[in-house]
C-alpha cells in the first residue's frame, strides 16, 4: 500500500487541489455546488475551518483552508465533506455507482478522484501566490478572460473588500507567471 506523506502543522493554512473522478465535468452544476456548500457548512460545524480561497471548475477545485489553532486534521474534514456530497448526490438522484472492482472493495463511488493534493502555506508570499492561483485559475483553462466573469469563485468577495481591483488578472499576474500549482 503506498503511503503519502502529509504535512502536519497544526493551526496552518493548507491549499488543496480535488479532482472529480475520470475529470467529469460536474463540480459547476446546481445541483452539486448546493450539495458542496451543504456538506462544507456541516463539516465546519463538526471540524472547525475557514475557507480562506475557493474557485469551483466544471472537473476540479482549488481552495485554501485555515484550521484552528492545535488542528492539522485536514484529511478527515475532506472526507466527510466528500462522504457527504456523494450521499447527497445519490439522494438526488445522480448516478454514483463504482465503475470498477478496486472501487467497490474500498467502498468508493465514481464522484472523486481517490487522492487530494495539499500544500502547506510556508508563509504571506506563498499564501498570496496561491490566492492569485485560484483566483486566476478559471482564466488559465480558458473558461474567462478575467476573473471577475467566472461566478463560483471567491475572487467576488476579495474584490469587494479591496484586496483585488475589477479588472485584475487580465493579463497573467506577475505572481503566477511562469510558476505552477502542482496537484492540477
Not at 16 to 26: K, L, S
Not at 139 to 161: A, C, D, L, M, N
Amino acid at each position: 500500500m503506498t503511503h503519502y506523506r502529509r504535512a502536519r502543522a497544526r493551526g496552518a493554512t493548507y491549499f488543496f487541489t480535488v479532482v472529480a473522478y475520470d475529470r467529469r465535468h460536474i463540480m459547476t452544476r446546481t445541483v452539486f455546488r448546493r450539495v458542496l456548500r451543504e456538506a462544507f457548512l456541516l463539516t465546519r460545524s463538526e471540524r472547525p475551518f475557514e475557507t480562506v480561497g475557493l474557485v469551483l471548475l466544471p472537473d476540479h477545485l482549488h481552495c485554501l483552508w485555515q484550521l484552528p489553532e492545535g488542528d492539522a486534521d485536514f484529511g478527515t474534514r475532506w472526507r466527510l465533506a466528500k462522504t457527504r456530497v456523494t450521499q447527497a448526490l445519490r439522494t438526488a438522484g445522480w448516478q454514483v455507482v463504482s465503475p470498477t472492482a478496486s472501487r467497490r472493495r474500498s467502498n468508493e463511488q465514481n464522484v472523486w478522484h481517490r487522492r487530494f493534493w495539499e500544500h502547506l502555506v510556508r508563509d504571506d508570499r506563498d499564501f498570496a501566490r496561491h490566492l492569485d492561483y485560484i483566483h486566476y485559475n478559471p482564466v488559465k483553462h480558458g473558461y474567462v478572460k478575467r476573473p471577475i466573469e467566472w461566478p463560483f469563485s471567491t475572487f467576488h468577495r476579495y474584490v469587494r473588500q479591496g484586496w483585488y481591483a475589477k479588472d485584475w488578472g487580465v493579463v497573467t499576474p506577475e505572481s503566477i507567471a511562469g510558476w505552477e500549482a502542482t496537484g492540477e
